[in-house]
C-alpha cells in the first residue's frame, strides 16, 4: 500500500521560511508527478506548485517567486521550500501524486494524498 508522508509545517511569522517534505512509500511505483495542495478553513483545497519527473515545474501565481518545489527522483520524495510566507499562505498543505507525466492543477487528478501538515502564518 502507497503511503505519502508529508511533514515540516508550522507557525512562522509574515516574512519567515518553511520546508516541507513529503516522501513517498510502500511501493516500487514510480509518480511521474507530485505536487502540493492547500486547504485553508471554508476553502476548497488549490494547487500550490507541482513537479514532473523531468523536473519540470509549475506553480500558482500567487507563490511564484516566493516557494520553489523540488524533487529526489531515487527517494521519491518531493520538497516545498516556502519563503517570504505571507498570512494568506495559512492552510493544511497536502502532498499529492500520480503517474501523469502532465502537471495537473485539479485534485481530481490525483489519486495519492498525503495526510496534510499545518502551516500558520502569523502576521
Known amino acids: 500500500q502507497v503511503r505519502l508522508v508529508d511533514a515540516g509545517g508550522g507557525l512562522v511569522q509574515a516574512g519567515g521560511s518553511l520546508r516541507l517534505s513529503c516522501v513517498a512509500s510502500?511501493?516500487?511505483?514510480?509518480?511521474?508527478?507530485m505536487s502540493w495542495f492547500r486547504q485553508a478553513p471554508g476553502k476548497e483545497r488549490e494547487f500550490v506548485g507541482g513537479i514532473n519527473w523531468s523536473g519540470s515545474t509549475r506553480y500558482r501565481d500567487s507563490v511564484n517567486g516566493r516557494f520553489t518545489i523540488s524533487r529526489d527522483n531515487a527517494k521519491n520524495t518531493v520538497f516545498l521550500q516556502m519563503n517570504s510566507l505571507k498570512p494568506e499562505d495559512t492552510a493544511v498543505y497536502h502532498c499529492?501524486?500520480?503517474?501523469?507525466?502532465?502537471?495537473?492543477?485539479?485534485?481530481?487528478?490525483?489519486?495519492?494524498w498525503g495526510q496534510g501538515t499545518q502551516v500558520t502564518v502569523s502576521s
Open positions: 510502500g511501493s516500487t511505483l514510480f509518480f511521474e508527478t
Open positions: 499529492a501524486a500520480n503517474r501523469l507525466g502532465e502537471i495537473r492543477v485539479v485534485p481530481g487528478a490525483y489519486d495519492n
